[in-house]
């Protein structure tokens, strides 16, 4: 097991992105996943992530950072990402690669934006926003809509509204029309060429399955490399210890293909 390495990344505007840094012991230079937490509003700790470790076991870096927005860095930095999603966070997602690439034995053709949730739109607004930076991208359950995102969530959510406009823009309000528009992945799907795997659950209530439907239809008639997951009866995330291997496993191949080159993999949806 490889315990990670408590570091700060400067970004664009001189910020210190927090971040732990998985090492893999094989000599690079290396391949890279950076591992973008949910949220926004949330934090990566340093915890056990079996997946991150058996990554690091593959020869990977594994970069897990809390991007502008996170919690447990004051008020002021948890607030740097509103009515910004996909413009100073993604800036940070780019800082730390070039962080891995100068710092961490990492190959700069071999770095994939990995994550669930918030983590997924990441995904997805390095595959749109950024189309050169990344290798690979990897979104589970991922926001490609901010505008029918928020539409969609349930009404007992109200009472949230303003901290979820905060973030996501609020779609009865004209002035954050063009921010809902302009960081919305699915309205930059002309822009995006890299491989692509979205994984998604069928009961999902807060990012419906319509969300990913709609951004692999358009990717698969422009055809860009997508491979799609859909995993019945599950929510938002995957509670199901099978379905949680399937996506991980599927993950790992989708990687193998696009990441190690190996032209062997051909069993990918």
Request: glycine share 8%.
């Amino acid at each position: 097991m490889v315990t990670g390495e408590a570091v700060e990344i400067p970004s664009f505007d001189g910020k210190k992105v927090p971040a732990f840094l998985y090492r893999p012991s094989t000599p690079g230079p290396a391949p890279a996943i950076i591992d973008v937490h949910g949220g926004p509003t949330a934090q990566s700790k340093r915890n056990f992530s079996a997946f991150r470790q058996y990554a690091v076991s593959k020869g990977y870096a594994v970069l897990v950072p809390n991007v502008r927005g996170s919690t447990g860095y004051g008020k002021s930095y948890t607030r740097m990402d509103n009515l910004d999603l996909g413009g100073g966070p993604l800036k940070d997602v780019v800082a730390c690669k070039r962080w891995l690439v100068a710092n961490a034995s990492v190959g700069a053709d071999k770095v994939v934006v990995f994550g669930g949730s918030y983590g997924g739109y990441m995904a997805l607004a390095a595959e749109a926003f950024t189309p050169d930076e990344f290798a690979a991208n990897v979104d589970f359950f991922g926001v490609s809509d901010l505008k029918t995102l928020v539409e969609s969530f349930p009404p007992y959510w109200a009472s949230a509204a303003s901290s979820i406009y905060q973030k996501f823009g609020d779609p009865k309000n004209p002035a954050h029309a063009a921010y809902q528009h302009d960081r919305s992945p699915i309205h930059f799907v002309a822009a995006m060429k890299k491989p692509l795997l979205v994984v998604q659950g069928d009961k999902d209530a807060r990012v419906k399955k319509d969300q990913s439907d709609r951004i692999v239809k358009e990717l698969r008639g422009r055809k860009v490399p997508v491979h799609y997951m859909v995993l019945e009866n599950e929510g938002h995330g995957f509670t199901k210890t099978e379905n949680n291997l399937r996506a991980l496993k599927l993950t790992d191949r989708f990687l193998d293909r696009y990441i190690f080159g190996d032209a062997s993999v051909t069993d990918l949806p």
